[in-house]
């Protein structure tokens, strides 16, 4: 990507980013590498050309497939949850790569994302984006959130942008131990945002937040 396009002018330039960051702020996201991590990642090259000039509000945006790219307060907050700026945090797994956002904060914070999405052009659509961006620590994979990547763990952390009923327990086991887990879970009508963390003596769950995800659908059920 050129340096104009990956700066951004008028609605998506550095401003309008520092004000996003200065709203996030102000709404408790206080770890500064996140706020510096979404400052300087250019969401609006994760959007339709139509979107761009929203991509710094604070809200979800539609990108197609009935899928969004996430409010940013959720990507900061998530993020900031797992720890992605703290070591050991190194192995982060991302369930539900999207338009790659997500992906793409995280990248910037940890040794390496393994991200997972099951629809199969969102996913290429996000890998040759964030290759273009030279965005490298990350592998791929088109399959079943539900499922995880259990050749892949054990994992320092675990985000997941969509909603299942209950948390799936293949995730809880692909957990490295200190290891934290981050998941929206209900129906479409409720659902709360979980902290999940695997200790020497189990797990530790808290309810973070109501929370408003698109839900996690398994392979079983799109057949």
């Known amino acids: 990507m050129n340096e104009p396009l990956h700066t951004g002018v008028g609605m998506t330039s550095m401003r309008t980013r520092q004000r996003l960051v200065e ?5 408790g996201i206080d770890d500064e590498a996140v706020l510096e991590v979404i400052e300087r990642t250019p969401r609006h090259l994760f959007l339709d050309e139509a979107l761009s000039h929203r991509a710094y509000e604070d809200t979800p945006l539609p990108i197609g497939h009935n899928q969004t790219i996430s409010q940013p307060y959720i990507v900061a907050l998530m993020t900031q949850l797992v720890g992605a700026s703290k070591k050991p945090v190194k192995r982060v797994l991302d369930i539900g790569t999207g338009c790659g956002y997500q992906t793409a ?3 910037q914070l940890v040794d390496w994302v ?9 996913s290429g659509d996000a890998q040759a984006r964030l290759q273009a961006l030279h965005y490298k620590n990350i592998s791929y994979r088109v399959g079943d959130g539900y499922a995880g990547w259990a050749n892949k763990a054990p994992f320092d952390g675990i985000i997941v942008a969509a ?15 200190g290891g934290k887990l981050i998941i929206p879970v209900g ?22 937040t109501d929370a408003h995800f698109v ?8 057949l």
């Open 163 to 177: 909603a299942p009923e209950a948390v799936p327990e293949a995730l809880v086991q692909q957990l490295a131990v």
């Open 23 to 27: 709203r996030l702020r102000s709404n």
């Open 114 to 122: 393994f991200t997972i999405e099951r629809i199969e052009s969102l």
């Open 187 to 208: 129906s479409s009508t409720q659902q709360q945002l979980q902290l999940i963390e695997r200790t020497q003596n189990g797990f530790v769950q808290e309810v973070v």
């Open 105 to 107: 904060v995280l990248s």
């Open 215 to 222: 839900p996690l659908v398994s392979d079983e059920e799109s």
